[in-house]
């Protein structure tokens, strides 16, 4: 979408290995998410971001680290990637208050 | 915590019908936003409709509308003069005072020609 990029697209990687996928905005926004999607369990929450260095876990965190150094940058990191981390991965933006969230377009992870 | 339940797996509706997605929802906030997405095969999120807490009138975007019943914690979703364009996920979500998105884990929709 207009206004955050997601990469890679699409990424295949073997367990063991670490990844790191990349988020960025150009809307200045304050807040920014990653949510893994699997079928059966919609979007779920990894960690969020509410400004440069201040992040919080969502509701699976566990294999997960995140690093926000600039405004416009987020970066989700798998540290041992594993095979049950083969999923879609969204980055999210939003304004504080205004309750009005943009999506990027996805990462879709395989790990083999 | 909040949570967020979509109760129909699937759904299928004939072109040109209406069409209405269930969705519940718990919590303990007052002050509260609900969105309904739409995820094409493409992956791609897309806001359809959203709904703020203390606004009492249902939210409409043309031939989509809401019904939300705050006392009931009920947000559906209905979809009129239902388009082949219509067929994807649909996923209800939560945004309360942490900002954060909590989604239901989505409904599938059908339209048949």
């Known amino acids: ?112 | 915590a909040q949570t967020v339940t979509q109760s129909q797996p699937e759904m299928s509706v004939q072109e040109a019908e209406t069409v209405t997605l269930s969705c519940t929802y718990d919590t303990s906030e007052s002050d509260y936003y609900l969105f309904w997405y739409k995820q094409p095969p493409s992956r791609q999120m897309i806001l359809v409709i959203r709904q703020e807490a203390y606004k009492q009138q249902n939210a409409t975007e043309n031939r989509f509308s809401v019904n939300f019943q705050k006392a009931a914690k009920s947000f559906s979703l209905k979809i009129s003069d239902s388009q082949l364009g219509d067929a994807a996920m649909y996923f209800c979500a939560y945004s309360g005072r942490r900002e954060k998105l909590t989604f239901g884990t989505g409904t599938r929709l059908t339209i048949i020609p």
């Open chain 1, 1 to 112: 979408d207009a206004g955050i990029t997601q990469s890679p697209r699409h990424k295949v990687t073997e367990t063991g290995t670490p990844v790191t996928l990349r988020c960025h905005q150009t809307e200045n926004h304050r807040y920014m998410y990653w949510y893994r999607q699997d079928p059966g369990h919609g979007l779920r929450l990894i960690h969020y971001s509410y400004g440069v260095k201040d992040t919080d876990k969502g509701e699976v965190s566990d294999g997960y680290s995140v690093s926000r150094s600039k405004t416009e940058d987020f970066l989700l990191t798998l540290e041992s990637a594993t095979s049950s981390q083969t999923s879609v991965y969204f980055c999210a933006i939003s304004e504080e208050g205004v309750g009005g969230y943009t999506f990027g377009s996805g990462t879709r992870l395989t790990v083999v």
